[in-house]
Structures are given as structure tokens and as C-alpha cells.
């Protein structure tokens, strides 16, 4: 074990350690023990406790913001759960102690080696002579006397007599490495948390009821995998290109419910395994009108999956672990291997005939497309009707019905959480518009007989807005024909379906463009129809200055129509455009465009349904 594991070991082993310093004394004459160790023995054993009573608290104060109640006390008490392998618990961590989580991890392994070192020369009992990592050997080997830790001190039986082959000298430099480690590891947590309280960033998110569920780089990085595999995942000849449809989630949860996502049953699928990492559309059949549309989840798998270890020590009644549901379903957690490399997609579609299949993004050694397995249907309607955002806000003939208060609040929070998670991808790269972002048609309400134009309108499933890429085949798409010779193999390549013109400006005006979609959602006003002749710059055109122009007097006119969280969200989004020091390519950025528009507006619309 090279990680944070570790630190569950060490708290298992020290009162074993203990225990055995005790039986070694209860097998000698009162006046051996003194003449032999003076007063030694007893106040390692007192020491010993102390140094465990503020390791366990120095633990506790970093878990509490990363685990539910139960989840903490599992982690406490029982040393070998696989909740202290949770790729979630490690990625919170790294978090919250930021550069200092090597050193953090390091400081833990030199508390291993000293409580190591006493258990050897004690010579406690193991599990085989030949194991490499002797505190795990050693908590397996030995169980606690059951209703012992009630007690508040574990008590443990040994088979055979316990031997203590240290000087006196080595006792107290090891106790005394002990107590030094302690103190950095408080110290630490100290410093941590002045971090904490001395950034504005950090402090907002301290103070805010919701947190990504997943953190944005990671999102960035696996987005971008999943664009290559779907690049290598084409080999199809019956059609020049194919276009993937990538659903733009906001990922944003109540505090209270990330800290629920600890236990894992391989790799970071998390417990329950019926949310998908990306959720993709296809349409199956080529491009005709009567085309059938699959949806696909797809799985990232970045870590091996790790095996379960054996039950261990416990040292207290802990509630019961939730049980695995065999029925639901999801990709094989133990060997993932055991899934095909995809090369065609419309192949695993045909062959299966599924509405919803299941693909892993298997990041563990190459990044390569897995699959199939069945998927849970999702609640997503798609149909033959694709729409574009500009299309569904400033439709002229009432095709569309117009958004509910609540959508709008929806829409705006999910495009620009989605933005700052896909910022430069394939999927969005430099700049994007409301022509880039597009939903289905839901389909008509039969329930009702009305006659309205409101009635006989579309409905755009607005919870559900995408994003679209084409990819064209790795194979050749057509079969030669006299006036088509044959072509070789194309390569595949990336074939961005947007219609922005490529520019090599500030990627700050992106926080422009969300302001000016943030504005044209509330109101369902275009920006042009606002600008006037003094907006224009040279050659009566308009650029990025002028458009701030129009949305500062656009956010004037709209005062008293604005809300609390919008007419912040916009004022951030155009103090942040002309911020000479605003770089979306910085973490810390984007992390503060979270926390001054998404969350407000999370917040809002919490408040508006009576919730939050």
C-alpha cells in the first residue's frame, strides 16, 4: 500500500500495539518489569493512547466534510473497509489539502514505519511470515476481544506469549517520532483551513449549499477522452460521417448528498451505478427523416478496479453497509476487461436493437471505447425533431412554445456549468453560441384536445440540451461506382459542426456571450434587436465593446424585471469580460464563475420551488 489506506492501518494497529504492550507486562514479575524497564512501559502505554486519542480526532476533522455520519464511523472503526480506497474520498482530499496532500500521505507512512517497528519487535502474530505489508497482516491475524471496544479500550487475545526485544532508548525515539508526526499532521489541517478562510474563493464555497459532484478538470479531461475514442469508434462503411449528440449537465448536488458518494464497487462507479459519466444521442439508421435515435451512457473508468478486501478489525458496532443490488444494471465492476473494444457503433446498436446501451471509457491503460451492456432507460425524449436554442427563444411563426419561468432558470444554470466543464474540448472549443446548443421535441400531449397556437405548438425538452459532433467513418463510406473510383481508407478526424467563425481573441469574451445568453433566455429578446446607432464601432459593425455597451443599458432597462441571482449572474459574467486578469484556462476561474452564477441561481430557483 503506497496511499492514503494507510492511515486506517495505522489506527487499527496502534491499539493493538497497546494491548500487547499490556500482555507482555501481565507475564512478568512486578519487580523484573521495574528493575528491566523502570517506568518505560507504562508511559509508552499512556503515551501510546494519547497519540492515538489526537490521531483519531486529527482524522475526524479531515473526514467529516468528505463522509456522511455512517460513512465516518465505518472509516474510523473498521481499518480495512474499502471506504479509505474511495477514489472519491482521495479526490476530496486532494482537494482540501491541495500541495499538501503528498506530504500529508508521507507523514502517515513515517507514523507506519514507528507502530512497523513496534509491532516487529513485539512479535504479534500475522497472517503469513512471508507478507509484505506486516499491519495489515497483523490486524487480520489478530481480532479484538468481542465487547471490548465498548469499553473504550480494544482488548486483544494472543495465542502465544508476547516478546519484547527493544531497549528502552528505542522505545522513547519511537514514541517520540510518533508525537512529531502527530503534530504536523494537526498542523496541516491547521494551515489548510487558513488557506481556506484567507480566499474569497474558497471561503464562497464553504459557505454554499451546493458543490460539483464531480470536479471540473476532471470533467474537462474525460470529455476530451471520450471525444478521441469516438473518433477511433466509426468503422462503419455505409455512411460518410456520423454525429454524436453529448448531453451538457450542470453536475451541481446539495452538499449534503456528494458526501453520500464514498463507497465504491470498482473503479469510480458510484454506489447505486445508474448514473452515466456522459450521456450520448445517435441517430442510428443515416440521415433520414425516419432515422431511429439510441441514447448511450457512458461509463468512465479511470482507476483499476479494486478488489474487496477481508473483513478486519473492528472497534465498534458500525451500521450495515448497503447492500449490492445484482438487478440493477451496469457495466461488469470487477473485470472490465471482459467488454469488446468498440470499432463501430452502429454495429453495437444494430446487433442488440436496445433503445439504450452502455459504453465504459476505459482510461486505466489505453483510452479505448468498451461496451455493450444494458443501460437503464433514461428519461429523455428524443425524437426526429432537432431544434437549436436560438430557434426555440426567437421563433416568429409560434412553432415553439415559449420556456416556463422554471426553465429558463434550468437552461441558464446547465449551459454555463456545462461551459466552464467542456471549456476548449472538441465539444465546445473556442467560443460557442446559442446555434451550437440544441434540444429534441417532446412529444405532443395527447391529453388534450385545445386548439390554442400555444396548443398546437412544440415543446422543447429544455432539461436536456446537447451539444453535437460530427466524426466521419474509418472506413470508406461508399462502395466504388463508374463515376466513383475507389477511395482509401480515411482517416478519421474531427469535423466541428459549429458555425463560429475561428478567432484568436481573449477567451474572456466567452463570459461576454454568457451574459448576453443569459439576458436573451430571461427575456427571449435578441441582443440585436437592442442595439442602437451609437452602439456600433467602425464601419457601423459591432464588436465585443459595443455589445457590452447594449447589455449594460439592456440590464438597466430590465432592473426591476431582473432577479437578485440573474442581475448578478450577468453583472459577473461583464465585470469578468473586462477583467484585464480573467483566464478561463485557470481552474480558479472558472471555479469563481461557479460560485457567482451557477450557485446563485441554484440557490434562486431552490428558494422559488419552496426548497432550499
Not at 235 to 244: D, T
Not at 251 to 265: D, E, N
Request: charged letters at 25%.
Amino acid at each position: 500500500m503506497s496511499g492514503f489506506e494507510i492511515a486506517g492501518l495505522v489506527l487499527g494497529a496502534i491499539p493493538l500495539v497497546i494491548s500487547a504492550i499490556e500482555h507482555y507486562e501481565s507475564g512478568l514479575d512486578r519487580a523484573k518489569v521495574f528493575f528491566k524497564w523502570q517506568d518505560v512501559l507504562e508511559k509508552a502505554r499512556r503515551d501510546l493512547w494519547v497519540q492515538y486519542s489526537s490521531y483519531e480526532m486529527t482524522l475526524r476533522i479531515l473526514l467529516v466534510d468528505l463522509a456522511n455520519e455512517a460513512e465516518l464511523e465505518e472509516l474510523l472503526s473498521e481499518p480495512q473497509s474499502t471506504l479509505w480506497d474511495s477514489p472519491e474520498l482521495i479526490r476530496g482530499l486532494r482537494d482540501k489539502l491541495g500541495e499538501t496532500y503528498q506530504v500529508y500521505v508521507y507523514t502517515i507512512k513515517q507514523m507506519e514505519g514507528c507502530v512497523k517497528t513496534l509491532a516487529r519487535h513485539l512479535d504479534i502474530d500475522r497472517r503469513d511470515a512471508t507478507s509484505a505489508d506486516d499491519l495489515e497482516a497483523i490486524l487480520e491475524a489478530n481480532q479484538p476481544v468481542p465487547g471490548s471496544q465498548q469499553q473504550g479500550h480494544a482488548k486483544f487475545e494472543f495465542r502465544r506469549r508476547i516478546k519484547l526485544t527493544i531497549k528502552r532508548r528505542d522505545i522513547r525515539q519511537l514514541l517520540s517520532s510518533i508525537k512529531e508526526c502527530n503534530d504536523q499532521l494537526d498542523l496541516f489541517i491547521t494551515k489548510a483551513r487558513n488557506v481556506e478562510q484567507a480566499s474569497p474563493l474558497q471561503s464562497a464555497q464553504k459557505r454554499s449549499k451546493f458543490s460539483l459532484s464531480t470536479p471540473l478538470q476532471q470533467v474537462y479531461e474525460h470529455a476530451a477522452h471520450l471525444h478521441q475514442v469516438l473518433c477511433k469508434a466509426w468503422a462503419c462503411g455505409a455512411h460518410a460521417s456520423h454525429r454524436a449528440h453529448l448531453l451538457l449537465e450542470h453536475r451541481m448536488v446539495p452538499k449534503g448528498r456528494k458526501k453520500q458518494q464514498l463507497r465504491t464497487y470498482g473503479g469510480n462507479n458510484r454506489q447505486g451505478g445508474d448514473q452515466a459519466n456522459f450521456t450520448l444521442a445517435f441517430k442510428g439508421t443515416g440521415d433520414t427523416d425516419a432515422a431511429t435515435w439510441y441514447l448511450a451512457e457512458v461509463k468512465v473508468l479511470d482507476e483499476p478496479a479494486i478488489p474487496p478486501r477481508s473483513a478486519g478489525v473492528k472497534f465498534s458496532i458500525s451500521p450495515p453497509s448497503a447492500p449490492k443490488d445484482c438487478s440493477l444494471l451496469g457495466p461488469p465492476s470487477e473485470n472490465i476487461s471482459s467488454l469488446d473494444i468498440v470499432q463501430d457503433i452502429c454495429s453495437s446498436y444494430s446487433s442488440t436493437g436496445n433503445a439504450c446501451l452502455g459504453f465504459c471509457l476505459d482510461l486505466t491503460s489505453q483510452s479505448v471505447l468498451r461496451g455493450t451492456y444494458p443501460a437503464a432507460q433514461r428519461s429523455i425524449c428524443v425524437g426526429d425533431d432537432l431544434v437549436s436554442l436560438e430557434d426555440v427563444l426567437f421563433s416568429t411563426d409560434n412553432k415553439w412554445q415559449p420556456l416556463t419561468h422554471e426553465d429558463r432558470y434550468v437552461l441558464c444554470i446547465t449551459l454555463v456549468a456545462s461551459f466552464l466543464q467542456l471549456h476548449k474540448t472538441p465539444w465546445v472549443g473556442d467560443r460557442w453560441s446559442g446555434r451550437d446548443i440544441h434540444f429534441f421535441a417532446q412529444p405532443p400531449d395527447t391529453t388534450t384536445t385545445t386548439t390554442t397556437t400555444i396548443g398546437q405548438a412544440k415543446r422543447a425538452d429544455i432539461q436536456h440540451a446537447f451539444v453535437s459532433k460530427t466524426y466521419t467513418s474509418t472506413a470508406n463510406p461508399l462502395p466504388p461506382t463508374p463515376t466513383q473510383p475507389p477511395q482509401p481508407p480515411q482517416a478519421t478526424i474531427f469535423s466541428p459542426t459549429t458555425t463560429t467563425t475561428p478567432t484568436t481573441h481573449d477567451d474572456s469574451i466567452n463570459l461576454l456571450t454568457l451574459a448576453r445568453i443569459l439576458l436573451e433566455i430571461r427575456s427571449g429578446r435578441r441582443i440585436e434587436s437592442l442595439r442602437s446607432n451609437t452602439d456600433l464601432g467602425p464601419g457601423a459593425r459591432p464588436n465585443e465593446a459595443t455589445d457590452l455597451q447594449t447589455l449594460k443599458r439592456w440590464v438597466q432597462q430590465e432592473k426591476g424585471n431582473l432577479s437578485f441571482a440573474f442581475r448578478d449572474a450577468v453583472r459577473f459574467c461583464m465585470q469578468g469580460f473586462a477583467d484585464p486578469d480573467t483566464d478561463l484556462g485557470d481552474l480558479g476561474c472558472r471555479m469563481g464563475v461557479v460560485e457567482g452564477v451557477v450557485v446563485p441561481l441554484l440557490e434562486e430557483l431552490g428558494f422559488l420551488r419552496g426548497g432550499v
